[in-house]
């Protein structure tokens, strides 16, 4: 399942992103509200159990998160959403992947690893700002999958149709979510017309 959450507002604060003239704290401040409209998008189809419960009027059934949710970001960039998918899901628990593409063979390397207990029973969401070759984003759901995850989300800003492709022919079995569709990649593996380096426009280290 591949959506593009095509809404106005995200739309209005990617496009503030993209501008190169847009400096490191409104880029990370327009991410971080837009993490947390696509968390809501995200969440739609969690699943929820019954629960009994009394009201000040009366008693009646209501409906509770059924399973633990699990944020993955992919260092350094992912790090970008993970505050404001929490602002919407607080319980969430954070697992980190650290892995940074190589400038010239652009094939990534795993650098740091840290999880949760459980993942097997979880809703896991992968997030991370790019989706370009693909293959961050492959390595991070391999990782995630000898941890025991099942139940996956992978959450980006900006995609392109090669890397959809990459982890769709990998893991079928994700969802995945982008805020765009750009065009293409270009020679060195960056996104058209996307907004440049993610983790360097975030943490200002170029
Ligand atoms: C960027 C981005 C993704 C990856 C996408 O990270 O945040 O993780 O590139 O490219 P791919 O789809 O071709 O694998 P980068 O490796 O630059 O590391 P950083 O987040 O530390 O800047
Ligand atoms: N990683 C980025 O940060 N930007 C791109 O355009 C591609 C990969």
Request: aromatic share 6%; charged share 25%.
């Amino acid at each position: 399942m591949l959506e593009v959450l095509n809404h106005p507002l995200i739309t209005h604060k990617l496009t503030q992103m993209r501008k190169q003239e847009t400096g490191t704290k409104d880029f990370r401040e327009n991410l971080d509200e837009i993490a947390e409209l696509m968390a809501y998008e995200v969440c739609r189809d969690l699943p929820v159990n019954p629960v009994d419960i009394v009201t000040p009027v009366a008693p009646t059934v209501g409906y509770e998160l059924a399973r633990e949710v699990v944020i993955v970001p992919i260092l350094r960039a992912g790090i970008g959403l993970l505050d404001g998918i929490r602002r919407l899901v607080p319980t969430a628990k954070v697992g980190f992947i650290g892995l940074y593409r190589d400038e010239k063979t652009l094939e990534p390397h795993e650098y740091f690893a840290k999880f949760p207990k459980n993942l097997d029973e979880a809703v896991v969401m992968v997030v991370d700002p790019m989706l370009a070759t693909g293959g961050s984003a492959v390595a991070a759901l391999d990782m995630i999958k000898k941890r025991g995850a099942k139940n996956i989300k992978l959450v980006c800003l900006v995609g392109v149709p090669e890397g959809v492709k990459a982890v769709q022919k990998a893991h079928p079995d994700v969802d995945i979510y982008l805020a765009a569709m750009d065009d293409h990649l270009n020679e060195n593996g960056y996104i058209v017309p996307g907004l440049g380096d993610a983790g360097d426009r975030i943490f200002g280290t170029k």
